[in-house]
């Protein structure tokens, strides 16, 4: 494992740290690569039902470290998209877990569009987030020109991408960009309990929700129909369905196993 990335299980949450700290988290290959790595592996643990992604220090990433992208001997531009990021943000997307992104610092570039491919994406109220590409002569990536647009519509996605606005974490919250804002002081708190939230409460649907939000990007309404009879069929046979109509019924909490 790399000193890059540090991972703790709390219960049913993986907790996975970004930890370049003295470098605001930015993204070198051996980080990139780490970080990949334990995405994979809590995918194919069946005691994990959350990822919950932070970073430590002031930032929560800055996006690439800029030294390693133009160091000749470092991974040319193509490589750090495809081999770093798309992988990345192709597991957030795509693995069958609930992800929170725990923005507690500012998300710049490649970091501020990995936190907004997560399934759940809150802020620290000192938190910020800017799509700095232009700042440097390149184009937004790691799914930011797919994202943020449907996040907050095109327009606004298109002038904070072009000019490189940073916006405060009240801000995203307001337009939508991110889901909540916590203060400083109970931000910590705050974030997890809701990773150990969606922990608790049946992985099956929440998966087959992620699903079926990636599909509509694509689908006409029809398609989306029919997929939705798929997994409501689907949902409807698990062992979390029943023991939620049967909890419900009985009027008690129920006890998901996300089977």
């Known amino acids: 494992m790399s000193d890059f990335i540090q991972v703790e299980k709390i219960d049913k949450v993986l907790k996975i740290n970004l930890n370049r700290p003295d470098k605001y988290n930015s993204f070198v290959r051996e980080m990139a690569l780490a970080l990949q790595d334990e995405l994979k592996k809590a995918s194919a643990d069946p005691?994990?039902?959350?990822?919950?992604?932070?970073?430590?220090?002031?930032?929560?990433?800055?996006?690439?470290?800029?030294?390693?992208?133009?160091?000749?001997?470092?991974?040319?531009?193509?490589?750090?998209?495809?081999?770093?990021?798309?992988?990345?943000?192709?597991?957030?997307?795509?693995i069958d877990l609930p992800v929170v992104a725990a923005v507690n610092g500012v998300a710049a570039g490649a970091g501020a569009n990995i936190a907004l491919a997560a399934d759940v994406c809150v802020a620290t109220e000192s938190a910020s987030f800017i799509q700095a590409f232009s700042k440097i002569g390149l184009i937004p990536d790691s799914g930011g020109t797919f994202t943020l647009p449907r996040l907050i519509g095109m327009q606004k996605a298109?002038?904070?991408?072009?000019?490189?606005?940073?916006?405060?974490?009240?801000?995203?919250?307001?337009?939508?960009?991110?889901?909540?804002?916590?203060?400083?002081?109970?931000?910590?708190?705050?974030?997890?309990?809701?990773?150990?939230?969606?922990?608790?409460?049946?992985?099956?649907?929440?998966?087959?929700?992620?699903?079926?939000?990636?599909?509509?990007?694509?689908?006409?309404?029809?398609?989306?129909?029919?997929?939705?009879d798929k997994y409501q069929t689907e949902c409807g046979q698990s062992y979390d369905y029943a023991e939620g109509t049967k909890a419900f019924l009985e009027k008690r909490r129920p006890e998901f196993k996300g089977e």
């Open 158 to 228: 298109s002038a904070l991408m072009m000019m490189g606005d940073k916006v405060s974490a009240m801000d995203a919250e307001r337009m939508g960009m991110i889901y909540k804002v916590f203060s400083d002081e109970t931000f910590a708190e705050e974030s997890m309990k809701i990773a150990q939230t969606l922990s608790n409460m049946p992985t099956k649907a929440l998966v087959a929700t992620k699903k079926l939000l990636n599909a509509s990007s694509l689908n006409n309404l029809e398609d989306q129909l029919a997929l939705e």
């Open 47 to 94: 005691s994990i039902r959350c990822i919950y992604l932070t970073g430590n220090g002031k930032a929560f990433c800055a996006g690439q470290d800029l030294a390693e992208a133009t160091d000749p001997n470092g991974p040319e531009l193509t490589k750090i998209v495809t081999e770093h990021y798309n992988p990345i943000v192709g597991a957030i997307r795509n």
